[in-house]
């Protein structure tokens, strides 16, 4: 990473995320496990809902955690089919990743509202087209994220581990937008320096 420059050294460590899944040896942070933790935490946070449902259904104990774990399959092979087709993608489009950070406001809350979603529609009763629009939103941001950042920066990283040039057949090696944030903070930074010098 050393003989990279700084913006494409920011770009492969990534943020705060990137960087923890990526502490692990790169096969075992392959974007299809990454993508099966995301859906084991989505379905820890279904056992309330189901459990409610199942309550307000009259159904056993055996009943309520049977149709969870076989919701829980669902959305791990969902989750875990997503990513690895973004791996796929990655290395057939070969394009950069992005970074996420000044979009994490757009992706993070989305769990969130699908959670909300789905306990409305099952305490209500309401269509089931509104408890499947929950769903989408609950499973929607981490294959997001393993598309558009994690997937193709892990095939990067892959690269350099086997010593191959992880820049091979890239229309651009890094995004402009990653660019100009970066020169625009550097100028932002000696704007200061002179400010405080003439103070």
Not at 6 to 19: A, N, T, V, Y
Not at 43 to 60: C, K, V
Not at 113 to 123: L, W
Not at 131 to 152: F, H, N
Request: a negative charge.
């Amino acid at each position: 990473m050393d003989e990279f420059d700084d913006e494409h050294r920011i770009m492969l460590e990534g943020g705060s995320i990137s960087q923890l899944f990526l502490g692990y040896p790169l096969s075992f942070s392959h974007p299809v496990f990454i993508g099966i933790i995301y859906g084991l935490m989505i379905n820890l946070t279904l056992i309330l809902p189901n459990a409610y449902q199942g309550y307000l259904d009259s159904r056993q104990i055996n009943e309520i955690l049977t149709i969870w774990l076989n919701e829980s399959l669902v959305i791990l092979i969902i989750c875990a089919i997503l990513g690895g087709s973004s791996t796929i993608m990655s290395s057939i489009f070969k394009r950069p990743p992005i970074r996420l950070e000044k979009r994490r406001r757009y992706l993070f809350p989305l769990p969130f509202i699908g959670f909300v979603i789905i306990t409305i529609a099952i305490a209500f009763s309401t269509p089931e087209e509104i408890e499947w629009i929950g769903y989408l939103l609950i499973i929607l941001p981490g294959p997001l994220y393993i598309q558009l950042s994690y997937a193709p920066r892990w095939r990067m990283l892959d690269l350099i581990d086997r010593d191959l040039d992880p820049f091979e057949g890239m229309k651009m090696t890094i995004y402009l937008e990653n660019n100009n944030e970066e020169i625009i903070e550097k100028s932002n930074t000696e704007i200061e320096t002179v400010v405080e010098e003439l103070d």
